[in-house]
C-alpha cells in the first residue's frame, strides 16, 4: 500500500461546479497536510495547509481533515478555468524540524467553459 | 515568495552519458531540495542540499547515481550519471525559506529529461 493515495483523474468538470479531490494515507502519524497546485509545465505551488484535523477556508477553497478515516479532501466551489491544474496532497509526522514531506501523486482537473 | 529557474528546460540524453541540472534561486536561502516527479508517480525526494554540508539523500538515491553541488546559497546542481531510460522524468528543485520541508516550499519549473 501506497503511503499516499490519489484519484489521478483525469476530472473534467464545467465552469461553476463544486469539485472535490481527495487523498488517502496509511500513516498515522501524519498531522501536517498539504495542498499544492501544479500548472502544465510549472513546479507545484502551495495552495493551503492544515495542522491536525478540522477545516479551513480561503476563498473559495476549503481544505478538510478527517484524521480518524486518514482521509483529507479540497474543496473548490464556483470552479474557474484558471483551476485547470493537477492538484497534490502533501503530508508530513512533523514531529521534528526535519521530517520530510511526502506527496500524493496528484489529481488532474480540468474545468470546461 | 521565490523566483527559481532551472537549465535547461529540457534535455534528450543517449544512454550511458550524464546530465548536470542547474537551479538558480533569486535570494539566499539555507535548504534546497531535488526531487524527481515521474508520469502518474508521486513527487519524490531524491535529497536535500544545505549549502556548506554533504547533500542528505533519500532511500533508493545514492551519491554516485546523483551527485549533487552546493556551492552557495543561490545555486545548485544535480547530476544525473550513466543515465538510462529509467531515468526519463522530471526533475525539480525547491528552497524553503524556514529551513524546514514542511515549510512553504517553492519550487522551480522542472527539467524535462529524456533518456534513449
Known amino acids: 500500500q501506497k503511503e499516499v493515495e490519489q484519484d489521478p483523474g483525469p476530472l473534467s468538470v464545467p465552469e461553476g461546479a463544486i469539485v472535490s479531490l481527495n487523498c488517502t494515507y496509511s500513516?498515522?502519524?501524519?498531522?501536517?497536510f498539504m495542498w499544492y497546485r501544479q500548472y502544465s509545465r510549472k513546479g507545484p505551488e502551495l495552495l493551503m495547509y492544515?495542522?491536525?484535523?478540522g477545516n479551513k477556508e480561503d476563498g473559495r477553497f476549503t481544505a478538510q481533515v478527517d484524521k480518524s478515516s486518514k482521509y483529507i479532501s479540497l474543496f473548490i466551489r464556483d470552479s474557474q478555468p484558471s483551476d485547470s491544474a493537477t492538484y497534490l496532497c502533501?503530508?508530513?509526522?512533523?514531529?521534528?524540524?526535519?521530517?520530510?514531506?511526502?506527496f500524493g501523486p496528484g489529481t488532474s482537473l480540468s474545468v470546461i467553459p | 515568495s521565490a523566483v527559481i529557474s532551472q537549465k535547461p528546460s529540457r534535455d534528450i540524453c543517449q544512454r550511458g552519458t550524464s546530465l548536470t541540472i542547474q537551479c538558480q534561486v533569486d535570494?539566499?536561502?539555507?535548504?534546497m531540495f531535488w526531487y524527481r516527479q515521474q508520469p502518474g508517480q508521486s513527487l519524490t525526494l531524491i535529497a536535500t542540499?544545505?549549502?556548506?554540508?554533504?547533500?542528505?539523500?533519500e532511500s533508493g538515491f545514492v551519491i554516485d547515481k546523483f551527485p549533487i553541488s552546493r556551492p552557495n546559497l543561490t545555486f545548485s546542481t544535480l547530476t544525473v550519471s550513466n543515465m538510462s531510460p529509467e531515468d526519463s522524468s522530471i526533475y525539480l528543485c525547491?528552497?524553503?525559506?524556514?529551513?524546514?520541508?514542511?515549510?512553504?516550499?517553492?519550487f522551480g519549473p522542472g527539467t524535462r529529461l529524456t533518456v534513449l
Open positions: 525547491s528552497v524553503a525559506y524556514g529551513g524546514r520541508p514542511t515549510d512553504t516550499q517553492y
Open positions: 500513516n498515522s502519524a501524519f498531522q501536517y
Open positions: 492544515t495542522y491536525s484535523s
Open positions: 502533501a503530508m508530513s509526522e512533523m514531529k521534528t524540524s526535519y521530517d520530510k514531506v511526502i
Open positions: 535570494s539566499q536561502v539555507t535548504m
Open positions: 542540499a544545505n549549502q556548506g554540508s554533504e547533500a542528505t539523500y
